[in-house]
């Protein structure tokens, strides 16, 4: 609580009048931070969603209709600051954020969703790399979505780094680019492309899609698993007289690239991930990065992805990492992915060449040595839900 004399200085009362009507606007909250987009109405159809998105048409379709209602009240410029008015029909928010400046989808049920509430996605996945990535690295981060991970792994890697990021999907991808963009991000290399074992072309009908831009959904769960892949030169045929609704992507081979050395590999391809890697043999023979793959099934009795790993002499130990950070950027204590059944964890597979010495581990190298046996054949997991406490 605070006043100001204002009898010598009348000038100061219009000034004020403007400090508090932008803070109204804009909703900060008294710590400083500003509150997240129609927070309210978000939680209530999440809360009803309980990670069901089936249910967003049927018994939840009322919190999602009085969501997108808030929306067209609460939502009237493209940046929290108020600053740019938001045009019909836009769908991206640029907000600051932990790694910088990132433009994003906030019907996003996840990543775009974390940005706005948390300031940043998987930070302490984050954390974890930042123990042993070292500057001047090369790294690739293959489904890089809008940049959550892209952007702190051009940090780590520093100007003498290299980052190379992929993502396909092309409203992702011009987010990422946006992000990149804005927070000038030189040692940042995009590539818009499908990667897998073999070099050709997919095609994507988008009237399929099960959501479009303004739906609340999980964006980062675009799967490509399930397309043929045809060749590089081939045409779009049998899809009647318009083609205006395919989308066509090339594939590629991670083992297509000229690198000098490649030091980190993240892996998040929506179930390519056995074929990402397929494509990357002579990339792991040659130069045996880390690994960190997500995992989306650890009960798996035969995993394709760790027989594949095995049969490249790494060995992998399972990580699972929670999604809320109690120490987020914008300090909000609730975690939202919790609807009474206990917060969510990413797994992740962590992988390691037996065939190299990684003495810049340090700490991290006792997540191997500490890992216990599962019941899945060939997997190995930290004893301890997080992994920082092993450590």
């Not at 509430?117 to 070292?134: D, H, N, P, T």
Request: hydrophobic share 40%; aromatic share 10%; charged share 25%.
């Amino acid at each position: 609580m605070f006043c100001l004399h204002l009898a010598a200085d009348s000038w100061l009362i219009p000034m004020l009048s403007l400090v508090v009507a932008v803070h109204l606007a804009i909703g900060t909250r008294s710590d400083g931070h500003q509150r997240p987009l129609c927070h309210d109405s978000f939680r209530a159809l999440e809360e009803c969603l309980g990670h069901d998105h089936s249910r967003l048409q049927t018994s939840c379709r009322q919190h999602d209709a009085l969501l997108h209602d808030c929306l067209k009240q609460e939502w009237k410029s493209l940046d929290s600051a108020g600053a740019y008015a938001k045009p019909p029909n836009a769908f991206n928010r640029l907000k600051p954020c932990r790694h910088g400046l990132m433009l994003y989808n906030p019907l996003d049920w996840y990543i775009g969703r974390s940005l706005e509430v948390y300031g940043e996605w998987a930070e302490k996945k984050v954390k974890l790399w930042a123990l042993f990535i070292q500057e001047g690295d090369v790294s690739i981060d293959v489904g890089a979505h809008v940049g959550t991970l892209t952007l702190p792994l051009a940090k780590l890697v520093g100007v003498s780094g290299r980052v190379l990021a992929f993502e396909p999907f092309s409203p992702s991808f011009t987010a990422l680019a946006a992000n990149v963009g804005l927070n000038s991000l030189e040692n940042v290399e995009l590539q818009r492309k499908v990667l897998a074992h073999k070099t050709g072309r997919m095609q994507m009908n988008r009237g399929i899609l099960a959501f479009q831009q303004h739906d609340f959904f999980n964006y980062g769960s675009m799967d490509f698993h399930g397309l043929d892949i045809s060749d590089l030169d081939s045409a779009v045929k049998g899809h009647g007289t318009s083609t205006s609704l395919w989308d066509n992507y090339e594939v590629m081979k991670l083992d297509s690239l000229a690198l000098p050395r490649l030091d980190f590999l993240k892996v998040d391809a929506e179930e390519m991930e056995p074929e990402v890697l397929k494509g990357a043999q002579k990339l792991l023979g040659e130069f045996k990065p880390l690994i960190f793959v997500e995992y989306r099934n650890p009960k798996q009795r035969k995993s394709k992805l760790l027989q594949f790993m095995k049969k490249m002499h790494y060995e992998c130990v399972l990580v699972r990492l929670p999604i809320f950070n109690e120490q987020n950027f914008r300090m909000h204590q609730e975690d939202i992915w919790n609807s009474g059944r206990g917060s969510i964890v990413n797994f992740n597979l962590f992988c390691k060449s037996t065939r190299r010495d990684y003495p810049h581990l340090g700490d991290v190298s006792v997540l191997f040595t500490s890992s216990v046996e599962t019941d899945v054949a060939g997997l190995r997991s930290t004893p301890l839900p997080d992994p920082f406490e092993v450590m």
